[in-house]
């Protein structure tokens, strides 16, 4: 980055996306905002006087000269940029030298500012065209203070067509969330006039602690999402060269702090886990490339779809995905507010989005929390509790029992990954749920949804049709149900008056005893991925069927070895973990009853 505040030659100010920047008090703020992050700044302070149109935001950031500040509010004036090449190799949230100039002419702008190795720092108020009106040494800790008061006050047309105040303070709060999220290195404090009191005085109206990543953020802004009901991953060390030659590096499960631009791409991902939180609206989708959040909905729509078989439906994923890009394969240059930009590889990056979502959903000891449930501990016993063993009937190896109908059949499991964590079944409670020993406590998992979760993946993985024996007939079909059968590939042809022939099926519902409902259930519409959920919820062993060890046994295996095992295609959550921590703390293993007792 280039140091000392210059104007831009004529040429380059030709070539940026020129637009209002400064188009509300949300727009100020980022403006500001971001101005503090890009000079280093930990610790941001935001005051803010709605109804006299005026702010201040204080950075402890690397502070300005006094030739700096002269120069920092005339026109396209700016110290991240300095020839037309650099608008291909961005490397700060800004870039233009627009937003001091446009509030030198909005409103009544000051700066304090003073550098760390300066003696004294120097306060400068600017004229309406941005050139320095008056220049005093001041008294201020290392950082910049930036004031803007009455804005938009010689233009009475825009404060009118603006948003009523709350809806804009409403903004303002949004804003600083995204960019809390996108540098949780920082700490910010923001402050609102209380004038219902008898004298206006500045009282807090947030805070936002810092923290490693955006994991510790995000539960300061949602108070009902807890840090154990979060996922994150980092994938970085794969190069995505120009001419698409990949360099690929490991992956890691530990977080990665984006807030510096470098030339090796990264991909930070955070969402909540689809058993534990979900949005009635995609409000909490979010992409970010660098530090800032953008629009970006072929990105947005990856996510969607990564998620669709894992929440109920109408729900929508908690998931923040912040890509570190090297700067010249972006072109930020497209927006005023850089909202929108030109992101290349975008199939690559979409690819590494879905893989890397795919992954965090696994289970793994990094997302086994019991946080959630530790408070249903209580519960969970006494609902458990029966005539003895906590009503668990005890199957042993050597029982022979029938497993059912067909469908309750489990098909042998896939090999163990030399990562995975077995469980080792104990017991089934109400021939409903699988008790299972896993290292890190104790898991009650549901028998049918578990089993539906694994056929579906497998159906999803091998479609296959086959012939059947003896054709299935079906009556007085609508013509858009047997349009529906046959987008399915299913063999269907009339047979009289009303009357329908199907000669093939999913192989998984040929030899079943209900056939003729399942095709029934396929014809009354979807896609093929909704048939294949059809299909696997009606296969799957069903609650109050009694299973053998090595039947729960195989099922675990099975289950494990998911994608996603956390919730069964419908989005219903499979497992309640119960860690051997709870445990201790609910039998209260701490005490010290004493050495008499063998304890």
Partial sequence: MASGIEALPVEVVHLIAAGEVIDSLAAVVRELAENSLDAGATRITISLYPEQW?????DNGGGMSLADLKQAAAPHSTSKIRDRQDL??????????????????????????????????????????????????????????????????NWTARRQGLPPLAQQMRAVQAMIHQLALCHPHVTWQ?????????????????????GKTAQQILPQILRDVQMGDLQELTVEGERIKDEGERIKGDESQNS???????????????????????????????????????????????????????????????????LQVPPDQIDWNRHPAKAEIYLHHLDDWREQIASAIEQALRLSPM??????????????????????????RRVQQSEAGEQGSRGAEVTHPSPLTPHSSPLKALAQVHNTYILAEHPTGVWLIEQHIAHERVLYEQLCDRWQLVSLEAAVMLHQLSVAQVEQLQRLGLEIEPFGEQVWMVRSAPAILAQRDDC????????????????????????????????????????????QQTRSPRTCPHGRPICLTLEESSLSRFFRRHWVIGKSHGI
């Fill in 54 to 58: 005026r702010l201040r935001v204080a």
């Fill in 88 to 153: 291909w190799r961005i490397a700060s949230l800004g870039f233009r030298g627009e937003a001091l100039h446009s509030l030198a002419q909005l409103a009544t702008l000051e700066i304090l500012s003073r550098p760390a190795d300066a003696a004294e720092g120097w306060q400068v108020s600017y004229d309406n065209q941005g050139k320095p009106l008056q220049v005093e040494p001041v008294a201020i800790a290392p950082g910049t203070v930036v004031t803007v008061d009455r804005l938009f006050g």
């Fill in 190 to 210: 923001v402050q609102q006039t209380d004038t219902h009191s008898g004298s206006p005085r500045d009282r807090d109206w947030f805070h936002l602690w810092s």
């Fill in 256 to 322: 990665l702090q984006l807030s510096a631009v470098s030339r090796q791409p990264s991909l930070y991902l955070l969402l909540g886990l689809p058993d534990r939180c979900h949005r009635h609206r995609p409000d909490w989708l979010r992409v970010a490339i660098n530090g800032r959040f953008v629009a970006m909905p072929a990105l947005e729509q990856t996510i969607l779809s990564s998620f669709r078989q894992v929440l109920p439906r109408d729900r929508f994923p908690i998931c923040i995905v912040h």
């Fill in 367 to 392: 997302n086994l929390s019991s946080t959630l449930y530790s408070q249903r501990v209580g519960t969970l016993i006494k609902t458990a509790e029966a005539e003895s063993g906590y009503g668990a």
């Fill in 516 to 559: 003729t409902e399942a095709l029934l259930e396929l014809s009354l519409g979807g896609d093929l991925q909704t048939a294949q959920v059809a299909t696997a919820c009606r296969s799957a062993i069903r609650n109050g069927t009694s299973l053998t060890l090595q039947a729960m046994q195989t099922l675990l295996d099975q289950w």
